[in-house]
């Protein structure tokens, strides 16, 4: 077998998942991570379709589940907070999952989950992020911002929707391949204790004006809170570049007289010390490798949240490139110039399941598009979400996530089930 070295950009979900099956195979393991810590912070995640046998494969389905958020359902409301509409989750272990899968959990959660998986035999240096890195014949020399330079047989960028791995790749001539959908969304969480006979659930407001107002619960004493739109999305990622609190200005102005219980949580959003804007954008790309560099998770194909499926993508995304790294370079025979091959196989491999995901999320043909904007017209959406929730309809798991791909099919790896190994 060949031992590899290789640095991977971005402790996140991708980056530890990926560290998580090559530290299992022997290899060096460098994770790189530009924040001072783990940065465990985020919001609400689920896993569907073929992320939930890869997290099965990776045996940790037990210790996933006891950090899961036990969110029961979906409920929609109308301008005075009147339920229309409730979808509850799907525990039957069949079949689509609804809105709320059955494996639902706090992003940090689940990041803090891998990280302690491989801590133990992986090298993370945090505070750090690549300078510039030189392709060379047989590896790839990185220098860090902090004077450290290296060479790595592999360096695989899995930094995020803006990666910069991604960005030195194709050279600064280039396009970046972000395509914004014109959709914004402000996370933050506010303090809000649980109440008698309460459930975990999530609420949905659709506002005028193509908005969405939406708050999970997660804790007894704390809930999430989303604000989405798309009016004025230019303006909302103008603001992006002058800081937070004119990110929060832009969306208090915009969100206040939406309806329900805008005004309170736009006050909570500006007293709020974890705000986070996303603007939503899908990230295409001819290529995810280039010579000793390949991409992963988000900085290669990012989803959106729009699809449901960024989650999935990524573990399955890590899964097949370990896979293929494995398969190439493992075993007695196996060789660091069969490298170039195992990336091959994994865009071959991967990219059908990708472009599934992907289909048809273009700027302004997206379902928040799709939206109506006047009251009349979400009087007669919520009409139709009401009856579809009365029959058991569950045309969001059917129409608006993306969890069934098709035909394509998970392939196994010899040595890549640790349920098996436990045995």
């Not at 990280?115 to 240096?125: A, E, M």
């Not at 990110?247 to 969100?255: D, I, S």
């Not at 110039?337 to 994994?346: F, G, K, P």
């Not at 969890?403 to 394509?408: A, H, I, K, L, V």
């Amino acid at each position: 077998m060949a031992v590899l070295k290789i640095m991977i950009c971005g402790a996140g979900i991708a980056g530890n998942s990926l560290a998580y099956w090559l530290s299992q195979q022997g290899h060096d393991i460098t994770v790189l991570e530009r924040h001072p810590d783990l940065r465990s912070t985020g919001l609400q995640i689920d896993i569907r379709g073929h992320g939930i046998e890869v997290l099965k494969r990776m045996g940790l389905e037990t210790d996933f589940r006891n950090a899961a958020v036990k969110e029961q359902g979906l409920e929609f409301v109308n301008r005075n907070g009147k339920r229309v509409a409730y979808f509850p989750v799907n525990a039957t272990g069949e079949g689509l999952q609804s809105f709320t899968t059955d494996y639902e959990i706090m992003r940090g959660d689940l990041i803090q989950l891998l990280y302690n998986k491989v801590k133990d035999r992986v090298r993370f240096v945090f505070g750090a992020f690549i300078e510039n890195f030189k392709q060379l014949d047989d590896s790839v020399e990185v220098e860090l911002s902090n004077g450290n330079k290296d060479r790595y047989d592999l360096l695989i960028g899995a930094d995020g929707q803006w990666s910069r791995t991604r960005k030195q790749m194709l050279g600064a001539q280039a396009k970046d391949p972000i395509h914004l959908l014109g959709v914004y969304a402000g996370y933050f969480t506010i303090p809000r204790k649980i109440t008698d006979r309460e459930i975990y659930k999530g609420t949905a407001y659709i506002a005028p004006g193509k908005r969405l107002l939406f708050t999970r619960r997660h804790q007894k004493d704390r809930i999430q809170v989303y604000l989405v739109g798309l009016t004025d999305s230019d303006r909302v990622l103008a603001a992006r570049k002058a800081g937070i609190d004119q990110e929060k200005a832009v969306l208090a102005e915009l969100f206040r007289s939406a309806g329900w219980c805008s005004e309170e949580l736009v006050r909570q959003m500006e007293e709020s010390d974890d705000f986070y804007c996303e603007h939503m954008g899908v990230v295409r790309i001819d290529s995810w490798t280039q010579g000793h560099v390949a991409l992963l998770g988000d900085a290669a194909s990012c989803p959106t949240a729009t699809t449901g499926m960024g989650t999935t993508s990524s573990l399955v995304g890590a899964y097949i490139l370990a896979g293929e790294i494995m398969a190439r370079c493992g075993g007695p025979n196996g060789s660091k110039e069969d490298l170039s091959l195992a990336l091959h196989s994994y865009e071959e491999r991967f990219r059908p399941f990708m472009e599934t995901v992907q289909k048809g999320i273009e700027k302004d043909k997206t379902y928040w598009h799709m939206m109506p904007s006047g009251a009349f017209m979400l009087a007669i959406l919520n009409f139709i979400l009401s009856v579809a929730s009365f029959f058991r309809l569950d045309v969001l798991a059917k129409h608006i996530m993306r969890e069934d791909t098709g035909s394509w099919k998970l392939p196994g790896y010899e040595g890549m089930d640790m349920r098996k190994s436990k045995k």
